[in-house]
C-alpha cells in the first residue's frame, strides 16, 4: 500500500484547508486510514481515524472542527479541516493499517504518506 498526501498550505486562523490521501497498491486490504500531526518540538499525534467499515474517531482537540471522508472511487481519503487555530500548524502524515492477504501467507502492516505542513497564521 502506498500513500500520497496532499493539501497543506498557509492559512490564517479561523479558516479552512482540507488534506487528500491517495491511496494504490493493494488497497482492499486496507483496515483503517489514520492522520497524525507532528508540531515543531512535539511528539507525533494521532488526530483521525476512518476505518473501512465507516466509522470514525478524532481526537478531542479536534472534534467538531474536523472531518474525516473518502471518495471510494478515487481511492483518496480527505481530512477537511474547519476553524483552523495556531495550535493546529504541523506536518500532517496519512497512514494505513492494512491486511492483504498473499498465496504465501496474510501480511500486516502500516504504511505512512509522506507530510504535508501546515500552517495556520494568528
Known amino acids: 500500500v502506498q500513500l500520497q498526501a496532499s493539501g497543506g498550505g498557509l492559512v490564517q486562523a479561523g479558516g479552512s484547508l482540507r488534506l487528500s490521501c491517495e491511496a494504490s497498491g493493494s488497497i482492499s486490504g486496507i483496515n483503517a486510514i489514520e492522520w497524525y500531526r507532528q508540531a515543531p518540538g512535539k511528539q507525533r499525534e494521532l488526530v483521525a481515524v476512518l476505518r473501512s467499515g465507516g466509522s470514525t474517531n478524532y481526537a478531542a482537540s479536534v472534534r467538531d472542527r474536523f472531518t474525516v471522508s473518502r471518495d471510494s472511487a478515487k481511492n483518496t481519503v480527505f481530512l477537511q479541516m474547519n476553524s483552523l487555530k495556531p495550535e493546529d500548524t504541523a506536518v500532517y502524515y496519512c497512514?494505513?493499517?492494512?491486511?492483504?492477504?498473499?498465496?504465501?501467507?496474510?501480511?500486516?502492516?502500516?504504511?505512512w504518506g509522506q507530510g504535508t505542513l501546515v500552517t495556520v497564521s494568528s
Open positions: 497512514a494505513a493499517d492494512y491486511l492483504v492477504h498473499y498465496a504465501s501467507g496474510p501480511v500486516a502492516g502500516r504504511s
